[in-house]
């Protein structure tokens, strides 16, 4: 990556399985359990699509301040929780050097229906300025830049499928320009009854096409049949590897390359019969002068459409020794598909680097053509 | 922190301008009614009112968008994005392998909002819009997978969402992209379209002014909204004077600071906006005596234009610079703010003519600036300032100097 390296001293998730640091990730993926179960939070039974990755609420309660909480929407409660999470992990404190990157799909839905209601309900006399603000996809940044004290640059991506690697993308760059000291970047989302509703309705969850073997989050699998939603959020903390040395973090891996780039394509829909030339893979590669990647995750969740473009894509670009990383992995069966996922696959590929698995792929794709890669790397 | 970038980086250059405002359709329309002081603040005519304190708007013209020539099907935001981005490219004749070579960052706040709220109010009043078409393009993003395709481009995609600082920093992180060498041009800015819970929700919060809003007045009772789309083709300075290209203005530097202090008020002191204008001088390398005007975010609300004051004196000193607001002109055009007064700002110093303040009768004693109001006036000046804010305590400004 052009300008300063930049490592990851830092690490917090809050999902359907875990909530915590660099260890709590760690311990969860090598239990390998999935958090996909019955939707608790609303009545499905009308509904072909039933299963979901709830992250749950006791556990979110215990990591929010009771005060703060009874003022903050869901979403950004998620946010928050974990981006003190991911700070406390990486030891390191606010100020003007401080940034902060925020990858979201939805934003906060909830506030903009209770909005809407009050309104409804009551004409004008019945809208919320304190619900208003949270109908601002950037509130949850706001939020969580007054919690952990970023000063420097706070930027909401609004983005599908690969929302918090694109984040963490973005937030590597601003360290690696000098932009921020340090970034903490990820991304979240959270379940939304009406959204879940509406996409089962329109046959883009699982079980979307149906088949024997029902419900379930399959990517890649010949029986793949649609996502499962799930929601969490999950942040890294991203700095040069000077300043981290300097204060002494313990650094868990280094981002080695980030590229993001477009494969034009229709609104929402999952193919291209343009050449992609922008292919950030290929830049990766170029920048490697070759050198294989020894594990790959992708961001395919089940969705048959998705899945298949990112094979066809992968499989383009990643020749010779790297060849059999495709299909990738994909951590949607564990967590379920949300706007945090992106991230938290950065996530585990850092933990696989500090483990001594090699060089890790972090592959993106999302309906639209927005498409994401980045290196990552053992610490040196 | 140390200067950004380092040394030794390529300089970018605006070589493209697309506008679609109240106005109208074109560049040469925003640049005619800036000139002329023409306040574009009406009767609110695409959504019911009754009942709400302020019931007015700066909306872009029907005639306007029916000269646009695109399908209704697609969200108003997604058609004026679509003709302004368009208009950019074509003003900027980048040829077009270049082009599509190009980066994409949208700043957006409402998405197709205005017609998803038309389907979700039908279906929660028992008339259900069979199409729900509108609900493809309700998200911000939506703008960008709609540019991209059309456009036909490959360079990195994103669609930034800073409240109202969005269009600016659109701009910035496209400058960003250039000066890192990882794309040779862009296509930055933001877009949005009046929707209702925009026009609500700043009712709610009792921000909008029943009459057109009066940035820097003393009586000043809030902003007005407005709506439009406004694209700059960003270019590295070389290549484009290598193929012959005209640039518009150079971004000589950006800042980009949080305020971390409150989700919708400003810091009190404009700490973060002081930071943001320093930071942008810095990285164009210039002193603030080189600034001769600065674009104020300006928007009517007695705690914004306090704040935006306090930090322009901390930085230019009392008086130190011309200052004046579009949004007096065009509305508060949310996401698209940034990137229409970036090209106001660019537009006043290639004609050595800064755009008025509408509305101004009585400069409030804590705004120590000569405002401009009312007319515009002619200036010889090689530099300026444009300040974009908002809600999440987010400050973006932008140095453009003559090419």
């Given amino acids: ?380 | 922190m140390s200067r950004p970038g380092g040394g030794g980086r390529p300089d970018v250059v605006v070589s493209g301008l697309g506008v679609v405002s109240p106005y109208g359709a074109g560049t040469k329309s925003f640049w005619t009614g800036l000139a002329a002081g023409t306040c574009a603040i009406k009767p609110i005519t695409l959504i019911e009112t009754e009942g709400f304190r302020s019931r007015i708007a700066a909306e872009i013209p029907a005639e306007a968008m029916a000269s646009l020539g695109y399908s209704r099907r697609r969200s108003r935001a997604d058609r004026i994005a679509l003709a302004a981005a368009r208009e950019a490219l074509a003003d900027a004749g980048v040829p077009a392998e270049r082009a599509r070579e190009a980066g994409l960052i949208v700043g957006a706040v409402g998405g197709g909002m205005l017609e998803g709220e038309e389907w979700y109010l039908g279906e929660t009043r028992g008339r259900p819009v069979r199409s729900i078409r509108a609900l493809r393009s309700i998200l911000p993003f939506s703008h960008a997978e709609t540019l991209g395709w059309r456009l036909g481009l490959v360079g990195p995609k994103e669609t930034v969402v800073m409240a109202c600082a969005s269009g600016g920093a659109s701009i910035a992180l496209g400058a960003d992209m250039i000066r890192q060498g990882v794309v040779e041009a862009a296509v930055v800015g933001g877009v949005d379209a009046l929707t209702r819970i925009c026009f609500m929700g700043f009712n709610a919060l009792k921000l909008l002014d029943p009459t057109p809003c009066r940035p820097f007045d003393r009586d000043r009772r809030g902003m007005s909204i407005g709506e439009a789309a406004a694209f700059l083709v960003l270019e590295e300075a070389e290549r484009c004077r290598a193929r012959g290209g005209r640039a518009h203005a150079l971004l000589a530097g950006y800042g980009m600071t949080t305020d971390a202090h409150h989700v919708t008020a400003p810091h009190p002191e404009g700490e973060g906006m002081i930071r943001a204008m320093r930071m942008a001088l810095d990285d164009g390398g210039l002193e603030p005596r080189a600034i001769g005007y600065v674009n104020a975010h300006g928007t009517g609300t007695p705690q914004n234009d306090r704040a935006e004051a306090l930090a322009l004196r901390q930085v230019f000193g009392e008086g130190g610079v011309l200052v004046s607001s579009t949004k007096s002109l065009v509305g508060h055009t949310m996401a698209a703010a940034g990137s229409v007064e970036a090209a106001a700002t660019i537009l006043a110093l290639q004609h050595g003519l800064l755009p008025p303040t509408a509305n101004l009768e009585r400069v409030d004693s804590e705004v120590p600036f000569d405002c401009l109001p009312g007319t515009a006036r002619p200036a010889e000046i090689t530099a300026a300032l444009s300040n974009s804010f908002g809600f999440g305590g987010q400050n973006v400004s932008l140095v453009f100097t003559r090419p």
Wanted: proline residues 6%; contains cysteine; charged residues 20%.
């Fill in chain 1, 1 to 380: 990556m052009s300008g300063s390296r930049v490592v990851v001293t830092g690490l917090g998730t809050v999902n359907a399985s875990t909530a915590g640091g660099r260890d709590a990730l760690a311990g969860a993926l090598a239990l390998g359990r999935s958090a996909i179960a019955p939707v608790r939070a609303f009545a499905v039974d009308d509904l072909a699509s039933r299963l979901a990755a709830e992250v749950d609420e006791a556990t979110l309660a215990s990591l929010v301040d009771r005060d703060a909480a009874r003022r903050l929407s869901r979403i950004c409660r998620l946010g928050l929780a974990a981006c003190v999470l991911a700070v406390r992990d990486a030891d390191i404190e606010g100020g003007p050097g401080l940034g902060l990157v925020v990858g979201t799909e939805h934003g906060d839905f909830t506030s903009s229906r209770d909005f809407a209601q009050g309104f409804l309900r009551r004409g004008a006399a019945g809208l919320s300025p304190m619900i208003f603000p949270n109908t601002v996809m950037n509130t949850m940044a706001a939020v969580a830049a007054i919690a952990i004290g970023a000063k420097a640059p706070s930027i909401t991506l609004n983005q599908s499928t690969v929302a918090g690697d694109l984040a963490v993308a973005r937030g590597a760059r601003l360290v690696a320009d000098g932009r921020a000291e340090a970034v903490v970047a990820g991304g979240v989302d959270e379940l939304f009854e009406d959204v879940y509703r509406r996409l089962s309705q329109m046959g883009a969850l699982s079980p979307r096409m149906g088949g024997p073997s029902g419900e379930g989050c399959r990517p890649f699998a010949p029986d793949h049949n649609g996502p499962v939603l799930g929601e969490g959020a999950t942040f890294l903390v991203l700095e040069s590897p000077e300043r981290a040395r300097a204060r002494g973090a313990r650094v868990i891996a280094e981002i080695t390359e980030a590229a993001w780039g477009n494969v034009p394509s229709a609104p929402y829909s999952a193919h291209s019969r343009r050449i992609d030339r922008g292919s950030p893979v290929a830049r990766l590669l170029a920048s490697r002068r070759g050198r294989p990647f020894a594990r790959c995750y992708g961001a395919g969740n089940g969705d048959p459409d998705v899945d298949d473009w990112e094979r066809a894509l992968l499989a383009r670009d990643l020749r010779g020794p790297s060849a059999d990383l495709v299909p990738p992995r994909s951590l949607a069966p564990l967590f379920g598909q949300h706007g945090g996922l992106g991230a938290l696959r950065v996530g585990a590929a850092a933990l696989d680097t500090e483990r001594g698995a090699g060089p890790v792929l972090v592959h993106g794709i999302a309906r639209g053509g927005c498409r994401t890669a980045l290196a990552i790397g053992a610490a040196a």
